[in-house]
């Protein structure tokens, strides 16, 4: 494989600027890598021409800079358009006509340099932490072949994981950029809500629960996409004007995170998950932040009330038009079509009560951050489980009665919009891996980069447990 498929994307921006390597050379490094693995590990889908996309980066070897990701490839969801591409969303329904814009950060993205080289994989809807859909198939995880990636965002880690692309995107609702990052040993932010730009179609008001990020091998490749992809827009009535993050410098001792673990017992985790976990904080900790374990801060079925009632409200609206039509309602999966009975039974009362518990727990979280800089969480309750399973049916003897408690651990950092940092924890002695979460206050992107960096150079986890696949 060419070294500079493993390098971090910050080296290799640095590197085109410099001119040391071509857009051309390094485009063509990434198209052989991905015709050597792709067909292995299924991540990558409908990408584009090959003579387009070297055309593309001779154009940039010959034009001026760009911006900060000029000549750096980039994979894209396939929940988000990119011009010229079908946007499959895992589903059949879709698809059958090219985008004709990109989606906001994705425009962003290319007018910053970035070159597209195709779509990520997804689940059918993004719903479910796991990378499986009709039309595309199953992704593989790399560092356990037959077992799941993670998702939504699965096919995008796993495209980070194996050298494929410097960078990729994805989105999170309940730990889309989280749980795959954890699972394929690479880094993942779900950044405060309204950071990043959403859609620009739909409602805009009613406060969403799913937020746009970055993924990438390195705190580093993180603020890089990230101060690219945020910042207001005019359709956006509650965006964020944050300051940009930049080049993160490693974390100054003293900052103090608290571990809260499964949440005084209530989340049922599969053994070895907290400790590991807790071992890579001891990392922070060896550099001088501070590891307290203050109990659960909240109540574990206020928490799961309040989401799953907004989740099926805010599913229920966006596919409510397939279930209306009995030819593509019979296309649902049964989650999809769960998700849209249960969000079109809901009460007024229901919804205020949820909104109402929602902005509990936000004030709760917000008295956290006078004592604490982060919270802790594993990034999955579970270790990557079977491709051919479609969820995990019981945790640690715990039976599970949706699709997704199996994943309640991110709900704290989703339900009430705050940063999230997914980070490599480590492996089991079965080589699975595992990630943890460092959950911010709002735009508190930079406080988690900066322990991010601190801990990345002293671990370097996609440098020194690649794949397989990445050395082959």
């Not at 070294?3 to 085109?16: K, Q, R």
């Not at 659960?296 to 079925?301: Q, T």
């Not at 596919?319 to 969000?343: C, F, N, Q, T, V």
Request: aromatic share 6%; net charge negative; hydrophobic share 45%.
């Amino acid at each position: 494989m060419d070294d500079s498929l493993a390098m971090d994307a910050a080296d290799l921006a640095a590197m085109l600027a410099r001119r040391e390597i071509s857009a051309e050379e390094l485009m063509q490094a990434t198209l052989a890598r991905i015709e050597a693995v792709n067909g292995e590990v299924n991540a990558l889908v409908s990408l584009r021409d090959t003579g387009v996309l070297l055309a593309e980066a001779r154009a940039m070897d010959n034009g001026p800079a760009q911006g900060p990701l000029h000549g750096l490839p980039l994979a894209v969801k396939d929940l988000f358009d990119v011009a010229g591409l079908p946007t499959v969303n895992g589903s059949p329904l879709f698809g059958q006509e090219p985008a004709r814009e990109d989606s906001p950060h994705v425009a962003r993205a290319r007018a910053a340099g970035a070159i597209v080289v195709g779509k990520s994989n997804t689940p059918e809807f993004c719903i479910g932490s796991h990378t499986y859909n009709p039309v595309f198939g199953a992704t593989q995880n790399p560092h356990a072949p037959g077992l799941s990636c993670g998702g939504s965002s699965g096919g995008a880690a796993v495209a980070l994981a194996t050298g494929m692309v410097p960078l990729a995107d994805g989105s999170d609702m309940m730990g889309s950029l989280r749980n795959p990052a954890g699972w394929n040993n690479v880094y993942g932010l779900r950044p405060t809500w309204g950071r990043v730009p959403g859609a620009r179609t739909g409602d805009l008001y009613m406060h969403p629960i799913s937020s746009n990020g970055p993924m990438g091998r390195s705190p580093r490749d993180i603020a890089l996409q990230l101060d690219v992809m945020c910042g207001p827009a005019p359709y956006q009535p509650f965006g964020r004007d944050d300051a940009p993050v930049g080049m993160p410098d490693p974390a100054a001792p003293g900052r103090c995170i608290a571990w809260l673990g499964d949440w005084d017992g209530a989340w049922p985790m599969e053994a070895g998950i907290g400790d590991l976990c807790l071992a890579a904080l001891d990392v922070l900790a060896d550099q001088g932040s501070h590891i307290e374990a203050p109990g659960a801060p909240f109540s574990r079925e206020a928490l799961w009330q309040s989401w799953t009632t907004l989740r099926s409200l805010g599913l229920a609206a966006n596919l409510g038009a397939l279930y209306d039509a009995p030819d593509s309602r019979d296309a649902l999966k049964p989650e999809a079509i769960w998700e849209i009975e249960k969000g079109r039974a809901l009460t007024g009362p229901e919804i205020i009560a949820a909104s109402a518990l929602r902005s509990d727990w936000l004030r709760r979280a917000l008295e956290l951050f006078e004592t604490y800089d982060a919270l802790a969480l594993p990034t999955a309750q579970v270790w990557p489980f079977p491709v051919d399973q479609t969820w995990p049916r019981d945790v640690a003897g715990q039976g599970m009665d949706t699709y997704h408690r199996w994943m309640e651990v991110v709900i704290p950092a989703s339900l009430a919009g705050l940063p999230a940092l997914a980070m490599p924890a480590g492996f089991n002695d079965a080589g699975l891996p595992m990630g943890v979460q460092l959950i911010g206050r709002p735009g508190g992107e930079a406080g988690l980069l900066a322990l991010a960096e601190a801990y990345h150079r002293a671990t370097r986890w996609p440098q020194t447990r690649p794949p397989e696949l990445l050395t082959a």
